[in-house]
């Protein structure tokens, strides 16, 4: 089997998330909250023989490309297939609680390269981008659906997209002539509609429009506050929880989520009386991002915007720890 997609910042986890010394002892427990093909399970794996993994995909296709690479492992990798937001808020009662906690947002090269859902402008493929295909709404289904002023909004908010406006309407012109159904034919629309010297910027002027509507159709920032706290309260105290992110608005609602997990109050400065319970509830143990070298930024050029976080659990999170996250 063909393994497409390099773990980034994958020397960097093995560190900060090493099951080694108090409190792991003889065992630990890790969950992948995004397995994808399994590249850091598998080095995690291979590295820490005291280690389980119970890793989390909500994609069947390339669950099955992970169960295949991880079998050799035997009964110390365990398989969930559905969303990560869904696992922690439900956590299975089949499952031990974790001491180790990895959250890697990217979108696996596979579903670039082979997934054959339109997650790429490069290829002629089905407008989809659904990471799970039983889920309802399609990249289709928004470009052609959506209203000209929503359209250029979502493009505006999930891609930060400048030009949110110019593309909605080149969009919304097209469609008149049929259903936009083809990843290419939404690329040429988007090339066409911005300026010359848009075309032949460092990115190609598809990129944002694509990662809205990417971010869109799996409901990527609406799931992430909410999973980010069921998923700690879910660890061990003294457990550690590791988010690598790839663009500023993920970026954000980590950073603000971890920074008020590490104060001793969160309450607002106009409440009198403290309400939030007045505890720190996590040492954070990057104080600054951990960004790739340029090595593996030479070796490996998707883990060029990567910035991993970590945190240790000191006590569990209440509801104020999410105030002024975004969506909270």
Known sequence: MEIVHKPVLLNECLEYLSPIGEPFEN????????????????NFLTKYPNLEVIGLDADAVIQARAKERLSPFGNRIHFFNGWFNQFYENYP?????????????????????KSERGFS??????????LNPLSETSAADLVNDLSEEKLADLIYLYGEEKLSRRIAKAIVEARKGGRIESSKA??????????????????HPATRTFQALRIAVNSELKRLPGALNAAFNDLKVGGKMGVITFHSLEDRIVKNYFRNLGKKCVC??????????????????THKPVAPTAEEIKDNSPSRSAKLRVIRKLADSTPYHLEGVIGY
């Open 121 to 130: 402008f490069r290829y002629d493929e089905k407008l989809d981008m659904r």
């Open 27 to 42: 065992h630990a427990v890790m969950i992948d909250s995004t397995l994808g093909e399994g590249g850091h399970t598998f």
């Open 186 to 203: 939404l690329a040429e629309i988007i090339w066409n509609a911005v300026p010359g010297n848009y075309r032949y910027g460092p990115i």
């Open 268 to 285: 607002p400065p106009e409440v009198a009386i403290c309400r939030c319970g007045g505890q720190q509830c996590a040492e954070i143990l």
């Open 93 to 113: 009662a089949e499952y031990e609680k974790p001491d180790l906690i990895l959250f890697d947002l990217g979108i696996s090269v596979f579903h670039y390269e």
